[in-house]
């Protein structure tokens, strides 16, 4: 969407399921904040322009607030570590990084995915190359369903390989492997 609001000519070409335990906001337990209303005049660590904005903007409007009632904090890779840091006050965080956390710091809920909206990933490209080369489109879809089935019959082996990239536990991306669609 944020391409097309930019006026770039795209076309849609598929939508993941819907990965409503991939991730969630949360707040260190001990912090005082216990709805989405205490976020006023918190900072928040998220990935700005995700599906991290998306969760966060209709829960702050459901609680009465607005963007400008927060101080949004555009954190990516080093998110956790800031998090646990206490850099920032509240964090929307995503598996498998959430994994780290759970297990060095009581957290708190403050907002599911789980009902909120679906989280769903799209793939798309410029209508010029989805209208000029068809053959390869349909072999990258074809490559892209391929490679889901064997995730998800090789959680281990394809945990490793994202170990291998990044140097996460493989039980964290084990874990966030399982949890998407």
């Known amino acids: 969407m944020t391409a097309q609001a930019k006026g770039h000519d795209i076309v849609y070409l598929a939508a993941s399921g819907p990965r409503v335990e991939n991730g969630r906001l949360v707040v260190h337990a001990d912090s005082g904040i216990h709805e989405p209303a205490d ?4 900072r928040v660590g998220l990935g700005h322009g995700s599906w991290q904005t998306t969760l966060l903007l209709p829960a702050l409007e ?6 400008s009632d927060i101080i949004p904090v555009d954190v990516y890779n080093d998110a956790a570590d800031r998090f ?12 498998p990084f959430l994994t ?3 297990q060095q710091t009581e957290l708190r809920e403050l907002i599911p995915t789980d009902g909120l909206f679906s989280h769903r990933s799209l793939w798309f490209t410029s209508r010029a190359f989805a209208t000029n080369h068809p053959t390869e489109l349909a072999a990258i879809l074809t490559a892209l369903n391929a490679a889901d089935s064997w995730i998800r019959c090789h959680l281990s082996e394809a945990a490793a390989l994202f170990t291998a990239d990044d140097g996460r536990p493989i039980a964290e991306w084990e874990h966030a492997l399982a949890t998407r669609p």
């Open 39 to 42: 976020l006023k005049g918190k």
């Open 62 to 67: 459901k609680a009465g607030l607005t963007w």
């Open 100 to 102: 780290a956390m759970e």
């Open 84 to 95: 646990l840091a206490r850099e920032f006050d509240a964090w929307v965080g995503s598996y």
